[in-house]
C-alpha cells in the first residue's frame, strides 16, 4: 500500500522518510516530491509498505505526529486522474465551456 505524507519539512530528504517509517514496518520506496526546476522539496512525499496492515498501522501512529518542527498528515494514496490534471490555463463559462486563452477575441 503506497501512503501519502504531508506537511514535510523541506529539508526532509528520502533517507529521513525512510528512517521515520521504517520504525513501523518494512518500507518498500520512499520519496520525497521535489520541484522540478529549482529540486527543493515541495514539502510532501510518498512510502510504500510491504504489507498493507503496516501501512494502515503507520497511518494511525504517525498522522498528526510532528517530524521536524512540522506536523506531518499521512493517509492511503489516491490514484492520479487520467490525463495528469488541469495544468492548462484558461477559463469556463457558467455552460462549462470554453477552451483557453487563445480562444478570446481582442
Same mark, same amino acid.
Given at each position: 500500500? !503506497?501512503? &501519502?505524507? @504531508? @506537511?514535510?519539512? &523541506?529539508?526532509?530528504?528520502?533517507?529521513?522518510?525512510?528512517?521515520?517509517? /521504517?520504525?513501523?514496518? %518494512?518500507?518498500?520506496?520512499?520519496?520525497?516530491?521535489?520541484?522540478?526546476? %529549482? *529540486? !527543493?522539496?515541495?514539502?510532501? /512525499?510518498?512510502?510504500?509498505?510491504?504489507? +498493507?496492515?503496516?501501512?494502515?498501522?503507520?497511518?494511525?501512529?504517525?498522522? /498528526?505526529?510532528?517530524? *521536524?518542527? !512540522?506536523?506531518? %498528515?499521512?493517509?492511503?494514496?489516491?490514484? $492520479?486522474?487520467? *490525463?495528469?490534471?488541469?495544468?492548462?490555463?484558461? &477559463?469556463? +463559462?457558467? $455552460?462549462?465551456? /470554453? *477552451?483557453? &486563452?487563445?480562444?478570446?477575441?481582442y
Amino acid at each position: 500500500m !503506497r501512503l &501519502y505524507v @504531508g @506537511g514535510l519539512p &523541506y529539508q526532509t530528504d528520502e533517507q529521513e522518510l525512510r528512517e521515520v517509517f /521504517g520504525q513501523v514496518g %518494512t518500507v518498500t520506496f520512499a520519496t520525497v516530491i521535489t520541484d522540478r526546476d %529549482t *529540486g !527543493r522539496s515541495k514539502g510532501f /512525499g510518498f512510502v510504500e509498505f510491504e504489507d +498493507d496492515e503496516q501501512a494502515r498501522a503507520a497511518i494511525d501512529q504517525l498522522n /498528526g505526529t510532528t517530524l *521536524g518542527n !512540522r506536523t506531518i %498528515t499521512v493517509n492511503e494514496a489516491r490514484e $492520479r486522474p487520467a *490525463g495528469g490534471g488541469n495544468r492548462g490555463g484558461g &477559463y469556463q +463559462d457558467r $455552460r462549462g465551456q /470554453g *477552451g483557453g &486563452y487563445r480562444d478570446r477575441r481582442y
